[in-house]
C-alpha cells in the first residue's frame, strides 16, 4: 500500500481513538450565552474567541434560507470532518455547539481558525485532544453566519 495513505490512516485512527466524542466538552455554559454582556470572571476565558466578531445578532425565527445555505456548505466543506450527532469524527460532533459556544466564538473560530488554534484557550484544549489540527476553510464572513444558523437548526433551536 501506498505509505502516504498508510499514514494517513494510521493518524486519522489515532484521532479517532483519543479524541472520543463522549467526553465531556472542555467547557460547558450552563447558561444562555447574552451577546448584550460581556462581564466574565476570567478574561483569559475568551468566550467571544479572537476575531472580529465581537457581537453576532441572533434572529428568532431562525432564517431558512440561511440554514439552507449553511447546510451545503456543511456537506460540502464540512461534513468530512463533522458529524451532526453528538458523536466525533475528526473533529467533535455539531450537537451541542451552539450550547457549548457562543455565537461569536463560533464565528471567529470560523473564519480565524489558525489564530484560535494558536492563542484562544478552548480552541488549544480542543486541539490538544483532538491532535487534529482544523484546516483553515476559507469561509467568508456570511457564510460563517449561515453555517451558525444551521448549527442552530441542528441543535434544535428556532
Ligand atoms: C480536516 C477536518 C476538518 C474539516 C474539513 C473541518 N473541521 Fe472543524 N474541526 C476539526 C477539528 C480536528 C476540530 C477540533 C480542533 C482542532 O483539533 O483543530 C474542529 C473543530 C471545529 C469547531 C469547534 C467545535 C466545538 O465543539 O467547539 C467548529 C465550530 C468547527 N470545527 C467548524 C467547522 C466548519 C464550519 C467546517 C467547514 C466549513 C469545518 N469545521 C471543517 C476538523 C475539521
Same mark, same amino acid.
Request: proline share 6%; net charge negative.
Given at each position: 500500500?501506498?505509505?502516504?495513505?498508510?499514514?494517513?490512516?494510521?493518524?486519522?485512527?489515532?484521532?479517532? @481513538?483519543?479524541?472520543?466524542?463522549?467526553?465531556?466538552?472542555?467547557?460547558?455554559?450552563?447558561?444562555?450565552?447574552?451577546? !448584550?454582556?460581556?462581564? @466574565?470572571?476570567?478574561?483569559?476565558?475568551?468566550?467571544?474567541?479572537?476575531?472580529?466578531?465581537?457581537?453576532?445578532?441572533?434572529?428568532?425565527?431562525?432564517?431558512?434560507?440561511?440554514?439552507?445555505?449553511?447546510?451545503?456548505? @456543511?456537506? $460540502?466543506?464540512? !461534513?468530512?470532518?463533522?458529524?451532526?450527532?453528538?458523536?466525533? $469524527?475528526? !473533529?467533535? !460532533?455539531?450537537?451541542?455547539?451552539?450550547?457549548?459556544?457562543?455565537?461569536?466564538?463560533?464565528?471567529?473560530?470560523?473564519?480565524?481558525?489558525?489564530?484560535?488554534?494558536?492563542?484562544?484557550?478552548?480552541?488549544?484544549?480542543?486541539?490538544?485532544?483532538?491532535?487534529?489540527?482544523?484546516?483553515?476553510?476559507?469561509?467568508?464572513?456570511?457564510?460563517?453566519?449561515?453555517?451558525?444558523?444551521?448549527?442552530?437548526?441542528?441543535?434544535?433551536?428556532?
Amino acid at each position: 500500500m501506498n505509505r502516504n495513505l498508510v499514514l494517513v490512516i494510521l493518524s486519522l485512527s489515532l484521532a479517532f @481513538y483519543s479524541c472520543g466524542g463522549n467526553s465531556e466538552p472542555t467547557s460547558v455554559r450552563d447558561e444562555t450565552p447574552d451577546p !448584550g454582556k460581556n462581564e @466574565y470572571v476570567d478574561p483569559n476565558a475568551n468566550p467571544g474567541g479572537i476575531g472580529k466578531f465581537k457581537n453576532v445578532e441572533l434572529t428568532h425565527p431562525l432564517d431558512d434560507k440561511m440554514v439552507t445555505a449553511g447546510e451545503s456548505i @456543511y456537506d $460540502l466543506k464540512c !461534513g468530512s470532518c463533522h458529524k451532526l450527532t453528538d458523536e466525533k $469524527l475528526v !473533529g467533535p !460532533g455539531w450537537k451541542g455547539v451552539t450550547d457549548r459556544r457562543s455565537p461569536e466564538w463560533i464565528m471567529n473560530f470560523v473564519t480565524n481558525v489558525d489564530e484560535m488554534l494558536d492563542k484562544d484557550a478552548e480552541a488549544k484544549a480542543m486541539l490538544e485532544v483532538c491532535m487534529v489540527r482544523m484546516p483553515n476553510q476559507n469561509v467568508k464572513d456570511d457564510e460563517a453566519r449561515q453555517i451558525l444558523e444551521f448549527m442552530r437548526k441542528n441543535d434544535g433551536k428556532n
